[in-house]
């Protein structure tokens, strides 16, 4: 038996519950988004005529402003002026509130009214703000700070109640407020700081009177004057972070100053004892007055009195004292080599210069700082070291062509100029473009000229220097141009170049080349900058020799036509005998 199909009746009822639920829920939605309930105010004012004696009240109104419009045409208004637009105002103000219908017509107009009420009382509150910083200025012009400050504390009071109130009024002015307040800062530190330059000249006073403390007390009490003006009125003027370092760098001088005096006076007796032959009490002096300088420039290192320098000059000044015997010991020994050599007694000096060098540097190891004092020593020994196995050959050279300066018993002349070999034995080079041992040595320097004067006076023990103009031309004599020929190595005859010394004759008394061959550095007057050259040169025509010629030039200038000759200082008579027996 087949089973039974469910049957279709159920579908009827299924849709009709669905529609009892829809149904009721789509006319609540509908409900809910539908338009809002209006409520009407019935209390909202309506728009209405003005009653007659609001009619008259804006008459009156209208014709109190005319009337103060008519006085501001004529005069600036008075504070009963301004007071009656006031009045004004708030009478149509009033008017507007009870009539809105007419307010869009009469604001406006209203505010107009309360911007010209603003501005007039804005200007007339400047009025009395400028006056009273006139005043001021007045005041502060006879130095009556005090009520000048007064007088610009009430002008500022003022411009701030313009520049809070009145905004939209012409006298607003932040910029005049701040000056007017830099102005009160200014009078409120001027005191202070008159008083702070008042202690410090005070204290300079003391400082030259050698009141040292209380001097140190007025530069104090100055420096908390500044140091307040800087804290308290920053914005001042007077505030002033240079000025306080200044001071306070000036405090440290004066702590100091006092230390410093001992320490001069210390040096001072240093030199008193030394000058009296008491160098033990000198050798304390110094050393005490080190120790004060030690102290100063530790504690004070920023004084004007603290010096790295002054210390290492008394110690040199110590070391020299304590090296005194040691010193005039070598001294005197280098005296006896001299006195050796200007006798000729070559070889007796050189057995002494060694021993003698090595004594100078063991002084100068211990005591380094009075080094300096040997330093020209050790140079002249360490030189005459080096060359003494051409000492002898050097003084018989020399000697042999030395000739006395007509006129002058004080100094010597070598007779012909500088050759080049004996500028090569001394100075271990040699400048000159033309090269020969007998040619004249030249393009040298007047410097390198004098070095040769100086290494030849150790080598002889004298004084050796370049010929003054005086004794270069008494020297030379007089000549004629016709005597040229025969002594003046000119243009006519050198074929354009220097030749060997001697090759010319000899003029009366017994110098050659004087005049022509490489012209020569002369000594200058003392502090003069220009230098001198006298002869003439193988590039110069006989003509050009007469009259002698003698041309400034710049010193320690190097020319190819300029060389030497050297002067000797005479020995005293006896050791002058006594080297030409040599």
């Known amino acids: 038996m087949k089973p039974r199909k469910p049957r279709k009746r159920f579908i009827p009822v299924v849709l009709l519950g669905l529609a009892a639920i829809l149904i009721p829920g789509g006319f609540y939605f509908l409900a809910k988004s539908g338009p809002a309930r209006v409520t009407v105010n019935l209390d909202s004012p309506t728009p209405r005529e003005a009653t007659p004696e609001e009619v008259k009240r804006l008459a009156t109104l209208r014709a109190k402003e005319e009337a103060y419009f008519n006085i501001v045409k004529i005069r600036e208004p008075s504070e009963a002026d301004l007071d009656l637009l006031e009045l004004v105002i708030q009478g149509f103000t009033e008017l507007v509130d009870f009539m809105p219908g007419k307010a869009w017509d009469n604001r406006d107009h209203i505010e107009g009214l309360r911007a010209e009420l603003r501005e007039r009382r804005g200007r007339f509150i400047f009025k009395e703000s400028y006056a009273l910083e006139q005043q001021a200025v007045e005041l502060e012009s006879r ?55 008042r202690l410090e000249q005070e204290a300079l006073f003391a400082e030259q009177a050698e009141n040292f403390q209380r001097a140190r007390q007025l530069m104090q009490q100055a420096i908390q004057l500044q140091e307040n003006l800087n804290s308290e009125h920053r914005d001042a003027p007077q505030a002033n972070f240079g000025r306080l370092s200044k001071l306070k760098l000036h405090l440290i001088n004066l702590q100091s100053a006092e230390m410093q005096s001992k320490v001069e006076l210390l040096v001072q007796e240093t030199d008193q004892f030394e000058k009296a032959g008491l160098f033990g009490e000198a050798v304390t002096a110094i050393k005490q007055a080190a120790s004060q300088q030690r102290v100063l420039n530790d504690r004070f290192p920023d004084s004007r009195f603290a ?51 090595e004594e100078v540097r063991e002084i100068q190891s211990v005591f380094p700082r009075a080094r300096d004092q040997l330093e020209a020593v050790e140079f002249e020994l360490t030189y005459l070291d080096l060359v003494k196995s051409r000492l002898e050959i050097v003084q018989d050279a020399l000697y042999e062509s030395l000739r006395p300066i007509p006129g002058d018993n004080e100094w010597w002349m070598l007779c012909h100029e500088v050759p080049q070999e004996w500028y090569v034995l001394l100075m271990g080079a040699n400048e000159s473009p033309h090269k020969g041992d007998d040619l004249p040595v030249y393009s040298v320097s007047r410097g390198n000229a004098q070095s040769f004067c100086q290494r ?45 010394i001697m090759s010319m004759e000899p003029n009366g008394s017994g110098f050659y080349d004087l005049i022509g061959n490489v012209a020569e550095w002369l000594e200058s007057p003392p502090g003069d900058a220009i230098g001198l050259v006298g002869g003439g040169h193988f590039r110069d025509p006989r003509s050009a020799l007469v009259p002698l010629p003698i041309l400034r030039v710049e010193l320690d200038q190097a020319s190819d036509l300029v060389g030497f000759r050297v002067v000797v200082r005479r020995a005293d008579q006896e050791e002058e005998q006594f080297a030409m027996q040599e």
């Open 143 to 197: 130095g009556e700070l005090d009520a000048a400050r007064f007088s610009y504390r009430r002008a500022h009071n003022l411009q701030l109640t313009i520049n809070a109130d009145y905004r939209d009024s012409s006298p607003y002015n932040p910029g005049r407020a701040l000056i007017l307040a830099r102005k009160i800062t200014f009078l409120e530190a001027e005191p202070s700081y008159r008083e702070s330059i």
């Open 307 to 357: 010096s790295t320098e002054r210390l290492i000059e008394m110690e040199r000044k110590l070391q020299m004292l304590l090296s005194r015997e040691q010193v005039a010991r070598v001294l005197e020994e280098r005296e006896t080599v001299r006195a050796l050599l200007r006798t000729r007694q070559v070889f007796a000096a050189a057995d002494r210069i060694p021993g003698l060098l």
């Open 456 to 500: 030849l006076g150790w080598i002889l023990g004298l004084d050796v220097d370049l010929p003054t103009e005086l004794q270069f031309r008494a020297a030379t004599e007089p000549v004629q141009t016709n005597q040229l020929a025969e002594i003046a190595r000119s243009a006519e005859v050198s074929e354009n170049r220097p030749w060997e």
